[in-house]
């Protein structure tokens, strides 16, 4: 599994053929309570937050070899290879920007597509609960996907158990389906029920278990393998050879130079006041290497007035 603010071992270790399963979403939907339910342990693989704010600072994997018993079909067609799931920021996390958790996500997608690791499928997580205004999440992982992967995607609603009518739910579920998901529903994506942990299906019965979920997706993305379609900003980055502001998720963003260059400065501002104050700061140096990664790609494409901005500010870093 990743670690906080360090190389990812199973990404530095991908192997060709290896199946990525990126869970994404809003922050606090669920996305990491879904990947633990996957992995057999007697403690939580990925970190849970009990707080409002996130937990997931970071794109963060772990290697699955082999699925439960009953799914033996996906167990006769792995023989050796990895499922391979991921945990990601949402972008509306209270600490980081947007902009910077689309850098984390499309760094650690593009590498892995370099690797010959494939995507078996995508997971969007949403909390059934969640109530007032919705975040521009969905239009942004539309983006990231791009219509033609949108067969690759289940939009996988949590925390039915939390209504106290079912019915509720369902109502939820209908607006969503006809307004804010109706164009990925219509470029391919499926709408699933997650089953609440510790309940059966009598309760439940149009709930899917996770294993029964990524089984769907996995087993339909092998059927069509020789037509195995990338995710957008993998194609846009690898393939199109486009700076990460320059793709679509980016354009959707307004990613700029600016936006960076504040960003990555205020991430040197607090690794020096979390230094001072002998907290840790190897997140933060994280985070803000990655910014200066995407300045330092843009330095070498963009025209020279951008070169020079950049240039200046990489030297103010040093002095």
Sequence with gaps: MA????????????????????????????????????IPSESPVFEVGTRLASCTAAVRSHPVLRAPREYHQLNGMLKGRRVVLVDTPGFDDTNMGDEEILILISEWLTRSYRKGMLVGGVLYIHDITREGSMSRSPTIFSKLCGED????????????????????????????????????????????????????????PMHWAPWDIVYQLVIAAEARRVEYRILHIQDEIVNQRLPLPNTDAGRELQMSLDKLLRKARELRKQAKQASKAGKPIELLQARQQEIERVIAKLDALDPPSFAVRAQRWIQGLTS
């Design 149 to 204: 992967a949108m067969d690759q995607v289940a939009i996988v609603t949590t925390k039915w158990d939390r209504l106290s009518d079912p019915n509720e739910g369902e109502v939820k579920l209908e607006e969503l389906t006809a307004d804010l998901w109706s164009t990925m529903i219509n470029c391919g994506a499926r709408v699933v029920r997650l089953r609440p942990s510790g309940h059966d299906s009598s309760r439940f």
């Design 3 to 38: 670690r906080r603010g360090g190389v990812d071992p199973v990404l530095e270790g991908g192997r060709d053929g290896d199946i990525v399963i990126p869970v994404m979403g809003p922050t606090k939907s669920g996305k990491s309570r879904f990947l633990n339910q996957l």
